[in-house]
């Protein structure tokens, strides 16, 4: 199977050494759903969002399911691998870097966000991962995630993910090297305003205040 291109949004910045944060949609989203988040990050990034190759009885997603929380994960890596690729290509043709690429994905979209973090640890400069479950469920892990930095937001009402695989899923990332930080919101799936100034907060810590000490 050849990998295919996915639709995007593109709205640059007009900086070339900008970060570029890469907005990935839960299932039954599309490129537009999140958008507005990133206005409160700035006007200083670059924003590509993504709509998912896969659908599930007509909902995009960016890989296939077996069931409810069950990954298909032969599909799952092949999809990463294909965003990979796509992004890559992309940023040679809009002339971002590449290699300053923060991922934000809700749901179906924090899990490819994170399936990257796997397979290919130093691809993204970091990670906002909204309501994740860990991708891959292999118990051998080999990452060298060289501290880049990752913000797990989970629901403490979530019924879609466990509370006690999550925190072994932040443990997954710490022991190899990424740079975690886990901000449980009082909520369900769905996000709040509390999860977008998190996000918000996390980012400016990470980015900005080492530019501007």
Known sequence: ????????IYEASGNPDAYTLLLLHGTGGDEHDLIPIAQHFGKDLNVLSLRGNISENG?????RRIGMGIFDEKDLEFRTREMIHFLKELAAKKKFDVTKIIALGYSNGANIAGASLFLQPDFLAGAILLRPMQPFRYSEIRLSGNHVPVLIASGKNDPTVNRIDTENYVKVLEENKFNVTHFEANAGHNLTSADLDEAVTWYRQAYLSKHSA
């Open 1 to 8: 199977m050849e990998f295919q291109p996915l639709k995007y």
């Open 59 to 63: 909902m995009p997603r960016f890989f």
